[in-house]
């Protein structure tokens, strides 16, 4: 009879580590051989699909243009300054688990694993995702796992500053709740987290969010500032930023300033020189490199975002900066179509994983100004391939891409994500 040598089942533990860090397991120099691979078969995509378009892309080893090695991250473990945590039916059953997923709302299998053992997350952030299960525990109110079903605790988001900063945002489903019951709960969850349990965590920052939708902006649905100080700062480059609740800041800061100082390299930005900084968040990349141009424009969708962009320049006293809040695809043709300036424009892009919509794309390829562009992406492989395609391709009247294509000539990707397949990719194009 044969005996089955099935290995053990993996730990919730485990299935929670591959899942969120799958290259946990590897030595550190091994990932980075990993993502190289990886960067190295999207520009070898990237050459065959502009071959397609007629366009002789093909370099050594078969990629658009010389790919250098990955640039590791500075801190390997606990990097991250900004963590998510759901609130749902933890392995042993308890509805009110904080932590991770594991498994799929498709395949109905989902799992809350408390994230205690994930590498990526700093122990701080694990303490407050702790106190915050603790108190959800006691408290009467359900938590919210499907809306319809009703319940009222959701997710906790954790965000953290080198200077020792700690901002908590809670997310809470109203229901049918009246404006007394709510500001009781909020009365609770502000006495636990100063003078209760929760004062270990020492929050800089606590934010309550009463929400009736998965993801709400602040305009749809106000944070409401329930303890301490409505920002938390970052230091970056020697320059202070203020960080808001839903502002946009590089998860790994260590990493973003390794970052910036070769996007900075890359620009060859002169004294003239008008940076154009799209899709610029709290105004980071542009602040970082004020110093080294005449003149930055920054454009956010954020209102927020923008408001803080704005107080890190005057508060860095830095005057050079100007900050457009609004769609991309909005302002920016607005912006360009005047374009008058005679001095050289190099245009940097830092877009979501959605990449950059079409409009921008044909602004940026029919504003002659623009010689060079620096594009970041999280996901090169995604939506971003689709610029770079438009970036490149040769002129077309009916998608009234006018203006000389770009080129790809180098490419350099960035660690900023450790024991996750992640990349940053920045992709220099010229014409």
């Given at each position: 009879?044969?005996?089955?040598?099935?290995?053990?089942?993996?730990?919730?533990?485990?299935?929670?580590?591959?899942?969120?860090?799958?290259?946990?397991?590897?030595?550190?120099?091994?990932?980075?051989?990993?993502?190289?691979?990886?960067?190295?078969?999207?520009?070898?995509?990237?050459?065959?699909?502009?071959?397609?378009?007629?366009?002789?892309?093909?370099?050594?080893?078969?990629?658009?243009?010389?790919?250098?090695?990955?640039?590791?991250?500075?801190?390997?473990?606990?990097?991250?300054?900004?963590?998510?945590?759901?609130?749902?039916?933890?392995?042993?059953?308890?509805?009110?688990?904080?932590?991770?997923?594991?498994?799929?709302?498709?395949?109905?299998?989902?799992?809350?694993?408390?994230?205690?053992?994930?590498?990526?997350?700093?122990?701080?952030?694990?303490?407050?995702?702790?106190?915050?299960?603790?108190?959800?525990?006691?408290?009467?109110?359900?938590?919210?796992?499907?809306?319809?079903?009703?319940?009222?605790?959701?997710?906790?988001?954790?965000?953290?500053?080198?200077?020792?900063?700690?901002?908590?945002?809670?997310?809470?489903?109203?229901?049918?709740?009246?404006?007394?019951?709510?500001?009781?709960?909020?009365?609770?969850?502000?006495?636990?987290?100063?003078?209760?349990?929760?004062?270990?965590?020492?929050?800089?920052?606590?934010?309550?969010?009463?929400?009736?939708?998965?993801?709400?902006?602040?305009?749809?649905?106000?944070?409401?500032?329930?303890?301490?100080?409505?920002?938390?700062?970052?230091?970056?480059?020697?320059?202070?930023?203020?960080?808001?609740?839903?502002?946009?800041?590089?998860?790994?800061?260590?990493?973003?300033?390794?970052?910036?100082?070769?996007?900075?390299?890359?620009?060859?930005?002169?004294?003239?020189?008008?940076?154009?900084?799209?899709?610029?968040?709290?105004?980071?990349?542009?602040?970082?490199?004020?110093?080294?141009?005449?003149?930055?424009?920054?454009?956010?969708?954020?209102?927020?975002?923008?408001?803080?962009?704005?107080?890190?320049?005057?508060f860095n006293g830095i005057s050079n900066c100007e900050f457009h809040s609004g769609k991309a695809e909005a302002v920016l043709p607005q912006l360009l179509a005047s374009w008058e300036d005679a001095r050289p424009l190099v245009a940097v892009v830092n877009p979501s994983r959605a990449g950059l919509h079409h409009r921008v794309v044909r602004a940026i390829r029919n504003c002659r100004s623009i010689r060079r562009l620096l594009y970041i992406s999280?996901?090169?492989?995604?939506?971003?391939?689709?610029?770079?395609?438009?970036?490149?391709?040769?002129?077309?009247?009916?998608?009234?891409?006018?203006?000389?294509?770009?080129?790809?000539?180098?490419?350099?990707?960035?660690?900023?994500?450790?024991?996750?397949?992640?990349?940053?990719?920045?992709?220099?194009?010229?014409?």
């Open positions: 009879e044969k005996k089955s040598c099935s290995l053990p089942e993996p730990s919730w533990e485990e299935r929670l580590a591959n899942a969120v860090t799958p290259l946990w397991r590897l030595p550190y120099q091994e990932q980075l051989e990993v993502k190289y691979e990886s960067q190295r078969k999207i520009l070898q995509t990237l050459a065959s699909r502009l071959e397609e378009l007629g366009i002789d892309a093909q370099k050594p080893g078969g990629l658009c243009c010389p790919l250098q090695p990955v640039v590791p991250s500075p801190i390997i473990n606990g990097y991250r300054n900004k963590s998510t945590f759901s609130v749902n039916r933890g392995p042993d059953g308890n509805p009110k688990t904080v932590g991770l997923y594991v498994g799929t709302g498709r395949g109905r299998n989902i799992v809350c694993v408390k994230a205690n053992h994930v590498e990526n997350i700093p122990s701080k952030h694990k303490k407050v995702a702790q106190c915050y299960e603790e108190f959800i525990c006691r408290s009467p109110l359900d938590s919210c796992i499907l809306f319809h079903e009703g319940g009222h605790w959701r997710e906790l988001v954790v965000r953290t500053t080198g200077r020792g900063h700690t901002m908590a945002i809670i997310t809470f489903h109203p229901q049918q709740l009246g404006q007394e019951a709510l500001a009781a709960q909020k009365a609770l969850l502000k006495e636990f987290f100063t003078c209760g349990p929760g004062a270990v965590c020492a929050l800089t920052s606590l934010y309550f969010q009463e929400s009736t939708m998965t993801r709400c902006s602040h305009e749809q649905s106000p944070y409401q500032l329930l303890h301490g100080a409505p920002h938390i700062f970052e230091e970056l480059l020697g320059l202070k930023f203020r960080i808001s609740p839903d502002a946009f800041f590089q998860v790994n800061t260590a990493g973003a300033e390794v970052l910036y100082q070769a996007v900075g390299e890359l620009c060859q930005a002169a004294g003239d020189t008008v940076l154009l900084d799209i899709c610029c968040g709290t105004g980071t990349i542009g602040l970082s490199l004020a110093h080294r141009v005449s003149k930055v424009i920054g454009v956010e969708v954020v209102e927020k975002a923008i408001e803080d962009a704005e107080w890190n320049a005057a999280c996901k090169p492989e995604g939506e971003a391939m689709r610029n770079f395609l438009e970036l490149c391709c040769p002129p077309d009247p009916r998608k009234k891409l006018a203006g000389e294509p770009f080129a790809p000539v180098l490419a350099i990707p960035f660690d900023m994500f450790p024991h996750t397949v992640h990349c940053e990719l920045v992709l220099l194009f010229t014409r």
